[in-house]
């Protein structure tokens, strides 16, 4: 059964069809996409994909994507998970987007906070890594602040648009937090 988690403003819910309109306007987004290691989609069925890639991640034990539901209104405001899940070497990399209007209001801190928790209390996590685009200062500055570490710079290590791009290796350690 897919886990439901819930913060003081928000429900981190399994993701589905009934969400593909939402999902299509968040990474159809050039403001979201551009450091997020693809190209804004173009139509509503590369949405309805991104869904079923979710499923499937979640179901081989490769990840977890929740949809970011905000409890007053219950509008999607982004997704949230780990990709990358190894559960023989307890790792797992976190990842998160939010649509551009729901930007600094402390959803994506909240988010993390909350995932976090569950990646080291119930899937076992020592390890939670984070890659973020050199030139995304406020994913960087998101990352820090919750205390995560920058681990070191991964040379062209993302192709999109063409152009390889550099991105810092981020990470927090179980033992790190308690």
């Known amino acids: 059964m897919f886990p439901k988690l819930e913060t003081s403003r928000l429900i981190l819910r399994e993701i589905g069809n009934e969400d593909i309109k ?3 306007s968040i990474f159809s987004n050039s403001d979201v996409t551009r450091f997020y290691g693809m190209e804004p989609m173009e ?3 590369q949405a309805k994909q991104l ?3 979710f499923t499937k991640s979640y179901q081989k034990k490769q990840g977890i994507r929740w949809g970011i539901v905000k409890k007053e209104d219950n509008e999607l405001l982004g ?6 899940w190894v559960p023989k070497n307890k790792r797992a990399e976190i990842g ?3 649509h551009p209007s729901n930007w600094r ?3 994506a801190t909240e988010a993390i906070q909350c995932v976090m928790s569950y990646g080291f209390s119930e899937m076992d996590l ?3 890594g984070a890659i973020v685009y050199l030139e995304n200062k406020a994913s960087s500055q998101l990352l820090k602040s919750i205390g995560f570490a920058a681990e070191g710079i991964l040379k062209d290590y993302m192709l ?6 550099d991105v810092t290796m981020f990470s927090l350690l179980k033992h790190s937090r308690e």
């Open 105 to 107: 209001k402390g959803y």
């Open 43 to 45: 139509n509503v069925d």
């Open 22 to 24: 939402s999902i299509f």
């Open 126 to 128: 020592n390890r939670i």
């Open 51 to 53: 869904i079923t890639n």
């Open 160 to 165: 999109q648009d063409g152009h390889f791009y």
């Open 96 to 98: 998160y987007d939010l």
């Open 79 to 84: 997704t949230i998970g780990f990709n990358n």
